[in-house]
């Protein structure tokens, strides 16, 4: 099982992962190699998938993460955020839809579609790079770590076992960022 700490650098290259395809697959088809078109598209709407519930998964657990950037770069970052969640929001149904037209060998209408999904598809997956970039590396990596350690902290246990390492060492880091939360949270 993935620690929740690691779901944030997992939908960043979840993300990365789909703009290569999304690229490639774009390439491919302006070649005229339709397989290959055919084959990184569909691997982008998986990869897509995989992210949607990872990033679902962490955020039910964590809830919001705020960033804690000043100066000229909290505009910076609310403007891709706000770009890019409004742009996210239409991309499930429009890959579906697009998807569909393609299976359907609806060429002309998947075409007609796919010149507004690709772009806004690509667009949300390099922002959400840039996001977590800006989130959870550039301006805030312990306060990010903390937080999820804090949120990891109150969650349920899903794996409760103990490694002859982390006994030895007294814990994860990840288990004593924890421990830090918890007496920094008591009164």
């Keep these: 099982?993935?620690?929740?700490?690691?779901?944030?650098?997992?939908?960043?290259?979840?993300?990365?992962t789909s703009a290569v395809l999304l690229t490639t697959g774009f390439l491919a088809i302006r070649r005229r190699r339709v397989r290959l078109h055919r084959a990184c598209m569909v691997a982008a709407f998986v990869t897509s998938t995989v992210f949607l519930v990872s990033y679902l998964t962490y955020h039910l657990q964590v809830g919001t993460t705020r960033f804690p950037g000043q100066g000229w770069a909290r505009p910076l970052y609310f403007t891709i955020l706000g770009t890019h969640t409004a742009l996210a929001a239409l991309i499930p149904p429009l890959a579906l839809v697009t998807l569909s037209h393609a299976l359907r060998a609806r060429f002309a209408r998947h075409v007609r579609i796919a010149r507004w999904t690709l772009p806004a598809w690509l667009y949300v997956s390099v922002t959400g790079v840039v996001i977590y970039l800006m989130?959870?590396?550039?301006?805030?990596?312990d306060e990010a770590r903390r937080a999820v350690a804090a949120a990891a902290a109150h969650a349920p246990a899903a794996n409760t076992t103990v490694t002859a390492s982390e006994s030895a060492s007294?814990?994860?880091?990840i288990a004593d960022g924890s421990r830090q939360a918890r007496s920094a949270a008591s009164p």
């Design 1 to 16: 099982m993935i620690p929740l700490a690691a779901l944030p650098a997992l939908n960043a290259c979840l993300n990365a």
């Design 170 to 173: 007294g814990g994860s880091p």
């Design 135 to 141: 989130l959870y590396r550039v301006y805030a990596p």
